[in-house]
């Protein structure tokens, strides 16, 4: 979703990527965020008012936004190597991603792997199926943009009559919620050895099955774990507080794992 408000989001100086709205640099841990489709850093850096013992980055991607006059990338991998050679993750990190972002975010922390990065303290996913599953919804980048809008409307939830029926506006939501939906509907999972980092999978209960949740099990050696909440797809939103309660505890209990391990490994 384009940010209709961007003085509430603040980038770090040293990249147009990340977003934060209260810096917080003695923070136990700092928590980047991938955007679903079409969705701004805008969104996710608010949750920093409520989670105030962790530095929240939004990832922002080119297309939108201040970045509205750059090309937005079509192929995840492409996206993911910018990612990773454009942004300085400062560990202690975890990271969180929804539905695309979700994809992003296994993928981004597979290539810190592969490089030889940091690795985060977690990886918490949200609605979105494992990514070995083949999807089976249709595609909807290719729908012409009559039939694109009403989907691309219904995902931003309500919007003031100005916007909704400002032609320019319209234009920049199909842009980049076009380009999204490629990226996700072309993704295709390449086989490799699974991370060693903790993942969650969050999730509302109207959305993806039980099973195809649980089948991110495979991606892991570390601790897996689930949760869901009521709603839909969105349910973030609706279920916002409760989602950010269990994004702290989650994150305090790993915190509480690592320094234990850097103990043991001390001693």
């Known amino acids: 979703m384009v940010d209709s408000n961007p003085g509430i989001p603040r980038q770090d100086a040293g990249s147009a990527w990340l977003a934060c709205r209260q810096r917080r640099p003695d923070a136990a841990v700092r928590l980047y965020c991938f955007p679903h489709a079409g969705g701004s850093p805008g969104e996710y850096v608010r949750w920093s008012d409520s989670l105030p013992g962790i530095e929240v980055w939004g990832v922002h991607l080119p297309g939108r936004g201040p970045r509205v006059a750059e090309e937005p990338y079509l192929r995840v991998d492409a996206l993911v190597q910018a990612i990773v050679a454009s942004v300085a993750f400062r560990p202690p990190f975890a990271l969180f991603g929804h539905s695309l972002g979700?994809?992003?975010?296994?993928?981004?922390?597979?290539?810190?792997?592969?490089?030889?990065?940091?690795?985060?303290?977690?990886?918490?996913?949200?609605?979105?199926?494992?990514?070995?599953?083949?999807?089976?919804?249709?595609?909807?980048?290719?729908?012409?943009?009559?039939?694109?809008?009403?989907?691309?409307?219904?995902?931003?939830?309500?919007?003031?009559?100005?916007?909704?029926?400002?032609?320019?506006?319209?234009?920049?939501?199909?842009?980049?919620?076009?380009?999204?939906?490629?990226?996700?509907?072309?993704?295709?999972?390449?086989?490799?050895?699974?991370?060693?980092?903790?993942?969650?999978?969050?999730?509302?209960?109207?959305?993806?099955?039980?099973?195809?949740?649980?089948?991110?099990?495979?991606?892991?050696?570390?601790?897996?774990?689930?949760?869901?909440?009521?709603?839909?797809?969105f349910y973030l939103r609706k279920q916002r507080d409760g989602l950010l309660r269990f994004v702290t505890s989650t994150l305090a209990n790993r915190s509480h794992a690592s320094m234990a391990g850097s103990l043991r490994t001390a001693g």
Not at 151 to 162: D, K, M, Y
Not at 191 to 214: I, M, N, Q, R
Request: charged share 25%.
């Open 102 to 233: 979700a994809v992003v975010a296994f993928e981004t922390a597979r290539a810190l792997r592969d490089r030889g990065g940091p690795r985060p303290e977690a990886l918490i996913l949200s609605g979105y199926h494992a990514p070995h599953v083949p999807s089976t919804t249709p595609d909807v980048h290719r729908l012409p943009d009559e039939q694109l809008w009403p989907i691309v409307a219904r995902q931003l939830g309500e919007l003031s009559p100005e916007l909704h029926d400002d032609p320019d506006f319209r234009q920049l939501l199909l842009a980049c919620h076009r380009a999204d939906f490629e990226m996700i509907e072309t993704y295709r999972y390449a086989e490799g050895p699974p991370l060693s980092v903790p993942l969650t999978v969050v999730a509302g209960t109207e959305d993806y099955s039980e099973d195809l949740l649980k089948a991110w099990r495979r991606h892991t050696t570390g601790p897996f774990a689930m949760q869901l909440f009521t709603g839909d797809h």
